[in-house]
């Protein structure tokens, strides 16, 4: 993880430009301290301090230092909770599940339930190590590497998807890890479930790709693992120069078995970001005049890894507009609440309905 400044629960990249400098929200540091010193006390090394850092998509992750060795502590978001968008137990499993695999994540320590002694959080919980390294979210950020370099980036994301498409999930315990019968209508109502607990206003675009999405619905996908939020700076980011590395894929609350090709949708939506209608609606790294490959060339990658021709992505990528948009929105719905932390909550809601169009858009071209 690196010491990037926070962001919002939820929130799409670089979607806040304020940090919560020395903050720790939602943590008793005295509370997990006192559990660290009884339930890992090889990693117990005195006082604790711990710092709100990047929030990722929507748990709130903290650094935590005073250990042995750098730690990382995720948990749910404050106030305005959907159960099934923040279970920390099923990413706690997929991480652990695949230590030691093609997909490189982070080792994980514990995860504690946390909500009925409410010690350390309140809530789950779960505590991994801290891997050095950047997350790219900013242009200014690519000035670490060369052209080649942040090539190498992209393409090495791609295999790395492809890799983690490649497992089969009884080899590492995932086998009931969820059904991939069903996945996408499945996935459908959830989200439609989601947006309906968070709905504060009318979204018109937003009702009207939702109902697209299900009238044209892909016959017969594939199956197998899915990472839910695979982009740039859901990525650790070792090295510099011409030589980086991907040290760590991060986030992975969202995965489940299903469709993979749910993954490149999403993966397509955030690096042509700036495609979005309305224009650029929060920073990305993904910079193709610096040397980053544009997404073609990813999906090509991807397809050669994997070992399968890709098909048209027009409805994942309307979908993966879609999701983000519903998540928006409840990030609208608890910043009208004032359940949010940190700066920058203001504009998100006004990504909603332009994102909704472009999901749209996607369908109708049915393209990469």
């Known amino acids: 993880m690196t010491d990037s400044p926070a962001t919002p629960d939820s929130a799409p990249p670089g979607a806040v430009p304020g940090a919560v400098p020395g903050a720790a929200p939602g943590l008793d540091v005295a509370g997990l301290e006192a559990w660290l010193g009884e339930a890992h006390p090889r990693l117990a090394a005195g006082s604790l301090t711990a710092r709100l850092i990047t929030g990722g998509k929507s748990n709130l992750t903290y650094r935590i230092d005073g250990a042995r060795i750098p730690l990382v502590l995720r948990r749910p978001p404050l106030g305005h909770v959907l159960a099934t968008a923040h279970d920390m137990a099923r990413e706690h499993r997929v991480i652990s599940a695949l230590t030691g695999s093609a997909v490189p994540v982070p080792p994980t320590v514990a995860i504690v339930d946390d909500t009925a002694d409410a010690r350390v959080t309140g809530t789950p919980f779960f505590v991994m190590e801290f891997v050095e390294g950047s997350v790219l979210a900013r242009p200014e950020q690519n000035a670490a590497f060369t052209a080649a ?26 086998d009931d890890f969820g059904r991939g019968a069903g996945y996408l209508e499945r996935q459908l109502r959830t989200w439609r479930r989601q947006l309906d607990a968070s709905r504060s206003r009318d979204t018109p675009a937003l009702d009207r790709l939702q109902d697209a999405l299900g009238e044209r619905m892909p016959d017969n996908p594939r199956s197998g693992l899915v990472h839910g939020d695979y982009r740039l700076d859901n990525a650790i980011v070792a090295g ?7 040290a760590a894929i991060l986030d992975w609350e969202m995965s489940t078995i299903g469709d993979p090709l749910v993954d490149l949708g999403v993966f397509g939506m955030y690096w042509n970001i700036d495609e979005l209608t309305g224009g650029r609606l929060f920073d990305s790294a993904v910079d193709l005049a610096a040397g980053y490959p544009d997404f073609d060339e990813l999906v090509d990658a991807y397809a050669a890894r994997v070992g399968r021709a890709v098909p048209d992505l027009g409805w994942y990528r309307g979908f993966a507009a879609y999701k983000l948009a519903v998540i928006a929105e409840g990030i609208h719905y608890r910043y009208q609440q004032g359940e949010t932390v940190g700066a920058g909550f203001a504009h998100i809601g006004a990504m909603v309905e332009p994102l909704a169009t472009d999901g749209l858009a996607r369908l109708a071209l049915r393209r990469n």
């Open 149 to 174: 370099g942040l090539h190498r980036i992209g393409i090495e994301l791609a295999e790395v998807l492809a890799e983690l498409h490649s497992i089969d999930p009884a080899s590492v315990g995932l």
């Open 240 to 246: 510099d120069g011409d030589a980086p590395r991907v």
